[in-house]
T-cell receptor, first 110, second 115 residues
Framework: SQQGEEDPQALSIQEGENATMNCSYK?????LQWYRQNSGRGLVHLIL?????REKHSGRLRVTLDTSKKSSSLLITASRAADTASYFC??????????FGKGTMLLVSP | DAGVIQSPRHEVTEMGQEVTLRCKPI?????LFWYRQTMMRGLELLIY????????DSGMPEDRFSAKMPNASFSTLKIQPSEPRDSAVYFC?????????????FGEGSWLTVV
């Protein structure tokens, strides 16, 4: 069953704008991760935030985690056409596997 | 370092035929996962191995699906007989020995079309 649910399902913006994607989940987690999938490719790990962290930055990426609301957001600042991809959140509940959401498709137009 | 290597990248087969997908995990990784991705169901975990031993195969849809990992550097996912509803992208992924963070590395996928 899906643990994380991303919102929106699709997002279309112009280059230079910021893109925000949200993820909600249902049960307690150890950490939450975001992955990126370019068209026709495999998923690539972007960033991980632990359950005791509230915010984390990596380059143009900013991730927040609110464990009381069981939600996370991924912000991509100053987006580029090359950021066009699907973005997935994945939750780690302390077992050996990750559970992925269905993803947000991001289109960045030049 | 080479990533997770999957073959074939694309396969088109007729209903009823046997399909074998292959995976070479990243060297030193002791967890191997098989996922299936479709538009309708998203990314589903089919089965995973730890140290070549199947740990959880509850995601395998039917007895037509089987997976093996004869050694640390090779795994197969077999579908026999294949059906059109098996059309999907099948991903193999691997993970390093558990050290507190559970980051998974994916292959490029095997795109299966059953006609």
């Amino acid at each position: 069953s899906q643990q994380g649910e991303e919102d929106p399902q699709a997002l279309s913006i112009q280059e230079g704008e910021n893109a925000t994607m949200n993820c909600s989940y249902k049960t307690s987690i150890n950490n939450l991760q975001w992955y990126r999938q370019n068209s026709g490719r495999g998923l690539v790990h972007l960033i991980l935030i632990r359950s005791n962290e509230r915010e984390k930055h990596s380059g143009r990426l900013r991730v927040t985690l609110d464990t009381s609301k069981k939600s996370s957001s991924l912000l991509i600042t100053a987006s580029r056409a090359a950021d066009t991809a699907s973005y997935f959140c994945a939750t780690d509940k302390g077992y050996s596997t990750l559970t992925f959401g269905k993803g947000t498709m991001l289109l960045v137009s030049p | 370092d080479a990533g997770v290597i999957q073959s074939p990248r694309h396969e088109v087969t007729e209903m009823g035929q046997e399909v074998t997908l292959r995976c070479k995990p990243i060297s030193g990784h002791d967890y191997l996962f098989w996922y299936r991705q479709t538009m309708m169901r998203g990314l589903e975990l089919l089965i995973y191995f730890n140290n070549n031993v199947p740990i959880d195969d509850s995601g395998m849809p039917e007895d037509r699906f089987s997976a093996k990992m004869p050694n640390a550097s090779f795994s197969t996912l077999k579908i026999q007989p294949s059906e059109p509803r098996d059309s999907a992208v099948y991903f193999c992924a691997s993970r390093a020995p558990r050290q507190g963070e559970n980051t998974i590395y994916f292959g490029e996928g095997s795109w299966l079309t059953v006609v």
